[in-house]
């Protein structure tokens, strides 16, 4: 069963320019989170979609911004990138209930896109 | 959020046994202890979760104390293959079905030949 996708993978921005990331769930999962990983914070949530609607949100300022389409597919947005936004940007999706081996209510990591701002 | 306290760091040889420990004293009833691991900037791994009785998968097993102060991580056969961030997680308790996980500094197992 295929996982998490997020695209791209890897991707060079300069100061100022704006960003946009995709990510694909699990199939038949509704709920879509987007974390941040620098060396310097750790792992830090930014949002969490679930039916095209934000539900949860992390500390993080406006140029962070995310939607969900109704296929459960999920985009990040930066704008005005900062050298500090870069990092790596990692989703994750879950659903209520369980599917095989795939425990209900947990989250399920993509692999991550590596955002570098020069 | 119940805060989790883990060693930075730990050894173990391939073969044996590795038992992560984990503490999180503040726990509340109702929320359960996940385990992840991040291998080398990879996406973050599940690996097992449980509530209040022992779990055990294909990948681990997760011991929880009876107050669920701790729990122990255990990799009953630890390979190369396990050298990774280990990161415990005592997931927020549900507000609307909401999902956030709070990852602390974790611990990065290191397993020798």
């Known amino acids: 069963k295929a996982g998490v996708t997020q695209t791209p993978r890897y991707l060079i921005k300069t100061r100022g320019q704006q960003v946009t990331l995709s990510c694909s769930p699990i199939?038949?999962?509704?709920?879509v989170s987007w974390y941040q990983q620098t060396p310097g914070q750790g792992l830090q949530f930014l949002f969490e979609?679930?039916?095209?609607?934000?539900?949860n949100k992390g500390n993080f300022p406006g140029r962070f911004s995310g939607r969900q389409f109704s296929n459960s597919r999920s985009e990040m947005n930066v704008s005005t990138l900062e050298l500090g936004d870069s990092a790596l940007y990692l989703c994750?999706?879950?659903?209520?209930?369980?599917?095989?081996?795939?425990?209900?209510?947990?989250?399920?990591f993509g692999p991550g896109t590596r955002l570098t701002v020069l | 959020d119940a805060k989790t306290t883990q060693p930075p760091s730990m050894d173990c040889a391939e073969g044996r046994a590795a038992n992560l420990p984990c503490n999180h004293s503040?726990?509340?009833?109702?929320?359960?202890v996940y385990w992840y691991r991040q291998i080398h900037s990879q996406g973050p791994q599940y690996i097992i979760h449980?509530?209040?009785n022992n779990e055990t998968n294909e990948m681990a097993s997760l011991i929880i104390t009876e107050d669920r102060k701790s729990s122990t991580l255990i990799l009953p056969h630890a390979t190369l293959r396990d050298t990774a961030v280990y990161y415990c997680i005592v997931r927020v308790a549900k507000i609307q079905g909401a999902q956030k996980l709070v990852f602390g500094q974790g611990t990065r197992l290191t397993i020798n030949p």
């Open positions: 503040t726990i509340s009833g109702n929320e359960y």
């Open positions: 199939s038949g999962h509704r709920s």
């Open positions: 994750a999706s879950s659903s209520r209930e369980g599917q095989g081996y795939l425990s209900a209510d947990t989250q399920y």
């Open positions: 979609y679930f039916s095209e609607t934000q539900r």
């Open positions: 449980g509530l209040k």
